[in-house]
């Protein structure tokens, strides 16, 4: 009878039949569109993720602000209540505060230049090796893009700003530089944004192309001005506790998913503004490729002065980083 279950046992484990190891199912939550970049990364990851630890995780992707807003999905991160999130690099600033730096305005000119400054940077290298210690760690440094500017009337310079109302995300950085244009900011979560603009509370709003697009915002705002007035890739990050539960092996394959993210990320944003600006114009959105950028960039010096003001230092050790990868990648 015994040599008769073996048989038995064999002959099902050889059929696949063998009851599978329980997975571990962790949870990815993030503001994103069904359509954006983000989630498309994030599908990636997923999948990546569970080939890669044999199918011991599974990663379960909550897009379009499901379970909170960038703000609310780092808190959690930090408690553990969530065990992965992607937002811009100054939404970790209320737990790192020089991480508010990264959205100075005109750091990088190019796609290159940015991915260069964000793998090689000492200091913000330093900045990401704080994260563990609030609860949160940095896996890699998937792309959103440059930020620009929808509106509901012509924006082609600082004094076409002047007064109106735009919506952007909570970090100080941002809305310093905004201020300096013009604008009256109002801080509003994005899963609100698009019925604020249509309803009148504010003129525009701003991000990258690829989130307005997702979001269709250049519904609402149709006049879409290509400031580029701040770098935003989007940090993918692991809750500390969940890392600390992991085999270093699990580690090595989880780190080497986000790697392969973050290629997609960069290649998937960098390769389709043209395009997403191109569909976007077809229906209805009235571009401005040449703003002038020189009245923008005259217009936010003041917020370099006021930055070093509260961050002493470490605004220039930055800026050095930034201005090197700018005269080695033209």
Known sequence: MKQLTLAVLAAAALAGAYPAAAQTVLKFSHTDQQAGGRQAAATLFATKVEELTQGRYKVQVFCCSQLGSDPKNIEQLALGGIDFTVSGTGSYAPHIPTLNLTALPYLVESYAQGWKLYDESKWLKAQFDKAPAKGFRFLATWEAGFRSI??????????????????????????????????????????????????????????????????????????????????????????????????????????????????????????????????????????????????????????????????GADVDAFLKDADAVRKSVK
Do not use: C
């Open 150 to 311: 929808t509106t509901k009337d012509p924006l082609n310079t600082p004094a076409d700003a002047k007064g109106k109302k735009l919506r952007t995300f909570p970090n100080e950085m941002m809305r310093w530089t905004l201020e300096a244009m013009g604008f009256n900011v109002q801080i509003m979560p994005l899963p609100e944004v698009y019925l604020a603009i249509q309803q009148g509370a504010v003129s525009g709003q701003e991000n990258p192309v690829d989130t307005i697009y997702s979001n269709k915002f250049y519904e609402v705002a149709p006049y879409v001005t290509l400031t580029n007035h701040v770098y935003s890739p989007i940090p993918l990050t692991i809750s500390e506790k969940t890392w600390q539960k992991l085999s270093p092996a699990d580690q090595k394959a989880i780190s080497q998913a986000a790697l392969i993210a973050q290629k997609f990320s960069r290649e998937f944003i960098a390769g389709n503004d043209a395009a997403q600006l191109k569909e976007m114009a077809a229906k209805g959105a009235k571009v401005n490729a040449r703003p002038d950028l020189a009245a923008f960039r005259t217009a936010v010096q003041p917020v370099y002065a006021k930055a070093r003001e509260k961050y």
